[in-house]
């Protein structure tokens, strides 16, 4: 099966993920600066939800350019992933508009960690199609990035319960971790 269908597919969501969430920001009523304040979280929260959305475009695109054939395991997993990821504006919408309550945090980290997970699993179909002894797999090595990311999005949901601010500086710096594009994919392609 061609691969093409599949990146545009995905491609189409996540830009429709993006729209969303740029969507739940209102222009403010007022004329003066001082109308912006309330924004202020509202926009914090996008800016995080925008970073983790081209995130996972960024890797996606490394990721699909590196297949060479698409079964349906892929092309399930590829979905799965999706339904996690369009579910990132309701919590960054949440999150926003309750400037970063508990509650609101931990549903995000809940969504983040279920998108990684999903990631991963995504990652192993397209492994498993590749074989072992694939550039892929060589450059992927024991994915210790995409493991911590996972055990870091746990702790965040889990302090989120104790102190907000805390849980955001996981999300945060997970979201740095991998701003940078995965270069041992991107080594490979080159």
């Known amino acids: 099966m061609n691969k093409t269908r599949l990146e545009a597919f995905s491609d189409g969501v996540l830009a429709i993920i993006i729209t969303i969430m740029i969507l739940e920001i209102k222009v403010p009523h007022g004329d003066e600066f001082a109308d912006l304040k309330p924004l202020i979280p509202k926009f914090l929260s996008y800016v995080l939800s925008f970073i983790y959305v081209g995130i996972y475009w960024n890797n996606h695109h490394y990721l699909l350019h590196s297949l060479s054939k698409v079964n349906g395991k892929i092309l399930w997993s590829n979905l799965h992933l999706l339904f996690w990821l369009s579910l990132i504006p309701i919590s960054t919408g949440w999150m926003g508009e309750n400037n970063f309550a508990k509650p609101a945090m931990a549903l995000y980290g809940l969504i983040l ?6 990631y991963a699993i995504l ?30 999005y746990i ?4 302090s989120s319960f104790y102190n907000e601010w805390i ?15 995965d270069k041992r994919i991107e080594k490979m392609i080159s």
């Open 167 to 181: 849980s955001g500086a996981v999300y945060f710096s997970v979201a740095m971790l991998w701003l940078i594009p």
């Open 113 to 118: 960690l279920l998108c990684s997970v999903s």
């Open 123 to 152: 990652l192993k179909m397209v492994l498993d199609v590749e074989g072992k002894d694939s550039l892929l797999s060589k450059a992927i090595g024991k994915d210790l990035k995409g493991k911590a990311s996972s055990i870091l």
């Open 155 to 158: 702790i965040g949901i889990g």
